[in-house]
């Protein structure tokens, strides 16, 4: 075993698993935006065939039980992939050019298994009939989701979906070190991408049972996992999280607040 990790690598070797960990980072991208771009229709009710409020019947508390192990599934996967301590030993096994594109991958599946199991629960709370005011609850929600997409420009969106990492394999150059930014609407809030996420959610025409227990959910997983990624972010970026944390609100802007 010894002798071949010891074994040079031929040239050539080391170019195709380059050129196919590029295409791993690739094709894992395309994957994401097709799951993700399914999710904004599922959780809207909008466009796509299978929604929130529609798929395999089962009674009301089997429902409740299957969907809230889905949300577990999803957050756990979230939670212990994104942790540095998982991220040390995971490239042990997976080249380091690879872990984002993975989590991404196993984030995608996770939201795809959970789209796919999902039990509705469509009785309705609340739908508005007014067309004026049900457009612009769409709108608003609709934003909720730009917000997210802005947020992730906003950080380094190539980076966040794991393309950076392999391009920069790919010509030989090592990963780059995070980097600690507060652009735009960072300086408004610390958490953009996740304020969005509780905006497309909760912004609803119409809310049925099944939406409100993924919105309760979901909302309740990002305000535990804003404690987990502040702790990091304090870990790696130190005083200059900590100052930053003191200034800056967390998913609620300050009225008369300014950008600095
Ligand atoms: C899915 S993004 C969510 C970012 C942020 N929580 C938000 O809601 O906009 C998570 C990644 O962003 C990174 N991150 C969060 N805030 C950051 C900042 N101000 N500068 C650089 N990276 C940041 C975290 O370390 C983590 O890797």
Known sequence: MAEMVEKPRAPHTRGVARTLITAYGMVVYA???????YAI????????????DDGPDAPVVVAVVIDL????????????????????RWTRIVPQPMERSTYVLFATAALALLMWQW??????IWNVENTSVR??????????WALVLAATFAIDHFDLFGLRQVLRNQSGKSALPSAFRTPMLYRVIRH?????????????????WGRLLFA???TGFILVAVRFEEHDLVDTFGDDYRTYRSRVPM????????AR
């Open 31 to 37: 994957i994401f935006l097709i799951v993700f771009v």
């Open 216 to 218: 309760v959910g979901t």
């Open 69 to 88: 192990a889905l949300l577990t599934v999803f957050a756990m996967q979230h939670s212990v992939m994104a942790r540095p301590w998982f991220k040390r």
């Open 119 to 124: 039990r509705p629960l469509p009785e309705q």
């Open 251 to 258: 998913l609620v802007p300050r009225i008369g607040s300014r």
């Open 192 to 208: 953009p991408l996740y304020a969005g996420f509780v905006i497309a959610f909760w912004v609803a025409p119409t809310m049925s």
């Open 135 to 144: 457009v612009a609850l769409y709108a608003v929600s609709l934003g909720g």
């Open 41 to 52: 229709g599922w959780v809207e009710g909008l466009v796509v065939p299978h929604t929130i």
